[in-house]
C-alpha cells in the first residue's frame, strides 16, 4: 500500500477554515500519465456519438463533462477508488468517507466559457449539506490561461444561498451579497495537483483561452452516513431512492475511515 500524501495539522485546519486547500504533486510519473490516458479513453468513448457541429447548450459550452465514469471504465475505477486519494478527504474533513461521484471535466481550447462561480452542493440530493469535498485533480497543468480554479475562502460557512444557474450565471454579488469583499485566491496546478474544496465553498474556473484541452477530472466525497433528499441527478435518477435513504451500496463505496 502506497505511504498516506504528508499533510500537516496546519494543512488540515486551513483546509477547515478556508473550506479549500491546494495540494502539489498528489499524483506522479507512471501513475499521473496511466490516470490521464485512461480518462482521455473514458471521455472519447463517452462523447464518441455525439456530432461535434451540434448546437451547444450554454452549460457544455463551459466544458465536457462526463459524469460517474468508474463504474463503466475499468481503467479508470482503481484510480478514483484509490484509498489514498479517499484518506486526504477523510483526513481533511475528519469524517468517513464515501464516494459521491466522479466527474470528468475538459475545458475545450478557446472556447470562451467561464465556469460561473457557483457552490456545489446546493444541486445534490443530499439531506446532510456541510461536508462533501471534491478533489479536483490537474491532469496537464491548469494555469489562469486555460482556466484553473479559483476559491472564494471561508464561504463554505453560507448555507443558505440559492443555488446558481450554471447555465445562465447571474453576477455573483446579486447571488450572494455576502461574498463582498472576499478576494478571490486563484491556485494554479501543475499536472497531477490538486485542489480540494468544501461542496458549499464558492469556487470558479476561468475560459480556456489556450491551444490545448483543459483536463481535469473531480472525485467527490460525501460522509458516510449522508442520506438522500429527492431531487434531480444523474447519478440517483436511475436508483429509485426514497427520501431520508442512506447512500450506500456498491455505487458508493466507503473508500476511507
Ligand atoms: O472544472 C471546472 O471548470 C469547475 C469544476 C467545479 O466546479 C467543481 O469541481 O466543483
Redesign the pocket.
Known sequence: MQDDYPLTPQQIAAYQRDGYIQLNDVITGDQLEAFRNAVNDAVKQDTATQDPNRQKSSYEQI?IQCVNLWPRHPAVKPFVLDPRLGRIAARLSGLSVRLWHDHA?F?EPHTGAK?PW?Q?TPYWPHQQKMHQL?I?IALRDATIHN?C?SFLPGTQKHLDIAPVNLADPQDLYAVAPQTKGIKPVTCELKAGSCTVHNGMTF?Y?GPNRSDGMRE?I?IIYMPDGTTYAPAPHPVTDPLKLSPGQKLDGELFPLVAN
Do not use: E, P, V
Open positions: 466544458f471535466l475545458k465556469t457557483h456545489d471534491t479536483w482556466g480554479m469556487h474556473a481535469a473531480a
